[in-house]
């Protein structure tokens, strides 16, 4: 198909699905794949970046497909050791090969490297040829404010398994740094695909960032999103009450209203061909198919459906 750069916008679970097999469909080293970083939190002394982590997993085909996060395979050998000395809950699963590429990823910010660098260095060892950017170097946290605690993400999400009422969902840090190579890369885009993923934790605090949501309202890039919503059902995780949270109906239109200043299109499940007109009212396009991603397949032909129709 030639040579045509694409970015990516990644987080959660949702992104990593689409991600599988693109090696196959487009030129590695055209891909660009910007992953949020406001899971990122240290646990057992261990900097984690889960969405940057599922990223690299899923480039390598290291991913643990069942569910899509950590390594296929992977023991618990150590937090299941830590569970024996330690008097305090080990609610946080970090598989054994997992915690060792946590652990150098520390060593190498130990030693002075900002995160991209860091990252950088992870996927150059692992012949990942794509480009895998965190979207800034400094920490910005997923905070949920529930009613008797605010916690963060992971604490919310793994901790409580999402079952607490959520009465706000809000993004801690400095929101107006990124670093020169996300605008580049947006920049020089020709498509950029923000993907099937939670809305409002996993893409909201990428856009949260200002010089990242001001270079997606300029780039020449066609920019299209894949709906993580059928009718009024979320395909996975707390996607619905995050968006309560912030006022918003549980809809694929809700993602249209939350990233409308820089959509092109939206893809929308073919059932919920209904909701053209209304995406149209917003000023995007709507796109139609099956987007559900079981397998490769459903990656290639969800990117190609955006490709063949630039």
Not at 90 to 95: H, K, P, V
Not at 158 to 168: A, D, H, M, Q, T
Not at 184 to 208: D, Q, R, T
Not at 290 to 305: Q, S
Request: proline share 4%; net charge neutral.
């Amino acid at each position: 198909m030639g040579s045509k750069k694409i970015v990516f916008l990644s987080g959660g679970t949702g992104t990593p699905k689409l991600l599988q097999g693109i090696n196959s469909l487009i030129d590695p080293q055209d891909i660009t794949i910007i992953g949020n970083t406001g899971d990122d939190w240290r646990y057992y002394g261990l900097y984690v970046s889960p969405d940057i982590d599922s990223i690299i997993f899923t480039l390598t085909n290291l991913i643990d497909v069942t569910k899509w996060w950590g390594i296929n395979n992977d023991t618990f050998n150590m937090v299941r050791m830590l569970r024996d000395f330690l008097e305090e809950d080990i609610w946080f699963n970090l598989g054994d090969q997992d915690a060792g590429l946590c652990l150098y990823r520390t060593w190498l910010l130990e030693q002075g490297m900002s995160l991209t660098e860091a990252t950088k260095k992870l996927t150059k060892r692992l012949n990942i040829k794509s480009k895998v950017l965190p979207m800034a170097d400094q920490p910005i946290r997923t905070m949920i404010r529930t009613e008797n605690e605010l916690l963060h993400l992971q604490e919310y999400w793994v901790r409580y398994k999402g079952e607490l009422e959520v009465l706000n969902v809000f993004f801690e840090g400095d929101l107006s740094i990124t670093t020169p190579e996300i605008i580049k890369e947006i920049e020089s885009a020709v498509y950029i695909i923000i993907g099937p993923s939670n809305p409002v934790s996993s893409l909201g605090p990428i856009v949260a960032i200002s010089p990242i949501r001001n270079a997606l309202r300029t780039s020449n890039a066609k920019k299209y999103a894949i709906s993580p919503i059928i009718g009024n059902a979320a395909l996975s995780g707390p996607t619905g009450k995050f968006l309560h949270a912030w006022n918003y109906e549980t809809s694929p239109i809700a993602v249209g209203k939350l990233f409308r200043d820089f959509l092109d299109g939206i893809i929308l499940h073919e059932s919920d061909k209904n909701l053209e007109k209304a995406t149209q009212k917003l000023g995007i396009k709507a796109l139609f198919g099956n987007i559900v991603i079981k397998n490769h397949n459903d990656a290639r032909r969800l990117i190609n459906l955006i490709l063949e129709e630039n």
